[in-house]
């Protein structure tokens, strides 16, 4: 049963491109978050959806970023015209249902915007 | 407004002694907390957690101990080993329809041998 899936592990992107990372759940898991953990804080609650929906965005950046969950495939969190201020750690987790004691943690996505 | 604390960035402690970390809280509507062990270059993974109805609660070496009037919890871990040696987060949730946790900043224990 494998954990809780994020690709790539690491991306370098260059001011201005688009960064897609992706999340794929653990099996039976359908709800995902997204954390984000920049240089030397811990991490901030993102986003967090289910399959097709989008239930609480109140971290997410007004701007530039964006989540989804389609009904297949993973949930991709895309970041458009990066700045150097994204360059952070970006951690999926995902539960069975909503709650806190059943999140299990992917082993995050490193961008580096250059 | 940092509503989770740690306000201890690092601890050294010898192998086989107790390492005691420290987490406050602002929010009184938290009603479950928990505590994540993070390697280098890997996610956070869940170590031990208690509810708001509990003062303590116990896995092996690891206690975490709840006290609601100083908005203050503590993780134990007796006795440490130098495979704990790791950074520390305190993440508490105030429940509702999302369940988002609140970190902490992370203390990093390092144990020696």
């Known amino acids: 049963n494998a954990g809780v899936m994020q690709n790539p592990r690491h991306l370098v992107r260059r001011r201005g491109q688009e960064a897609r990372l992706r999340c794929s759940p653990m099996k039976g898991h359908s709800h995902v978050y997204w954390y984000r953990q920049l240089p030397e804080e811990g991490l901030k609650f993102m986003v967090y959806?289910?399959?097709?929906?989008?239930?609480?965005e109140s971290g997410m950046p007004k701007e530039r970023f964006s989540a989804e969950f389609p009904k297949e495939g993973p949930s991709i969190l895309r970041i458009q015209q990066v700045v150097r201020g994204d360059s952070a750690a970006y951690f999926c987790?995902?539960?069975?249902?909503?709650?806190?004691?059943?999140?299990?943690f992917g082993s995050g996505t490193r961008l580096t915007v250059v | 407004d940092q509503q989770v604390k740690q306000n201890s960035p690092s601890l050294s402690v010898q192998e086989g002694r107790i390492s005691i970390l420290n987490c406050d809280y602002t929010n009184s509507m938290f009603d479950y907390f928990l505590w994540y062990k993070k390697y280098p270059a890997e996610g956070p993974t869940f170590l031990i957690s208690?509810?708001?109805?509990?003062d303590k609660n116990e896995d092996g070496r690891f206690t975490v101990f709840l006290n609601k009037s100083a908005k203050h919890l503590s993780l134990h871990i007796v006795p440490s080993q130098p495979g704990d040696s790791a950074v520390y987060f305190c993440?508490?949730?105030?429940?509702?329809?999302?369940?988002?946790?609140?970190f902490g900043t992370g203390t990093l224990l390092a144990v020696q041998p």
């Open positions: 993440a508490a949730s105030g429940g509702g329809a999302t369940n988002k946790l609140i």
């Open positions: 987790a995902s539960s069975p249902g909503g709650k806190v004691y059943g999140y299990t």
């Open positions: 208690i509810s708001s109805i509990k």
């Open positions: 959806l289910q399959k097709e929906n989008i239930i609480d």
